[in-house]
């Protein structure tokens, strides 16, 4: 009798830690809520509108590098200006189409740049239409009927944590958001925290400051920091479920089951 009500309890406890056991890894495979952005959008068939941020134009500071081309009627006019832009190239942290981040015009210290023929421009300060504005008044004088197109060569995002590609990203448009950055990276692992993720920029007066964002909601489509700046940062962190959701974890587990399954086989067996 005595062995009888051992088994018995032991059986009970077997059950309640299997329960226990399969409840667990039901839990940890996360519900696929947690994974889906801008929820509270409407789910209706018929056209929503929706508010985005609003979209500033990035200016030129020292240090930035500008991809400078001006064509003429002419093509050999202006090939000593258009050739230290270098080639456009697909480096490993670069998004197709983007340029050479180590080709183009240094902006200086002073916001000057030095451009043969043309002499030294300040464009600091300035958006890359008005910077264009600026170049092709000058131009004007020493070619005919020029054109003249302005890009930032190291506008540069960097997106890092729980993505599937996380690097430094140098993006040929400066209209970049956030799903674009995250499209860039691959868009979050199914362990990325989408309710709390952080972005990292340079205030105006270049001190680094922080905010997190809630990507399950639609308000961060209407966020301030919807559109990304030229070297914003980007970090998702993991959910407390990856650490329990690895394969080791997962093996260990299993391994765990199987031996309880295989010690109560053999206590009913033979007890």
Known sequence: MIIKHLYMENNRYFIALIVALF???LCSC???K???YAQDVSQASTPTSLALGNYTEPVIQPDDILAINI???DPNATLSINNKNGVYANGGTSTNGSSNPLAGYLVAKDGNVDIPVLGTVKLAGLTTFEARKTLKAIAKKSFENPTVDVRFSNFKIT?????NHPAAYIVPNEQVTILDALGYAGDLT???RRTNVLLIRKNANGND???RLDMTRKEFLNSPYYYLKQNDVLYVEPLK???LNNDNNLVKYLSLAATLLTAAIFAKRYL
């Open 209 to 211: 400051f922080s905010v």
């Open 34 to 36: 947690k994974l889906i």
């Open 71 to 73: 064509n003429t009627t």
């Open 159 to 163: 997106v890092l944590g729980e993505v």
């Open 190 to 192: 199914i362990y990325g």
């Open 30 to 32: 996360g519900s696929t």
């Open 241 to 243: 479920t990856k650490v």
């Open 23 to 25: 409840g667990f890894m």
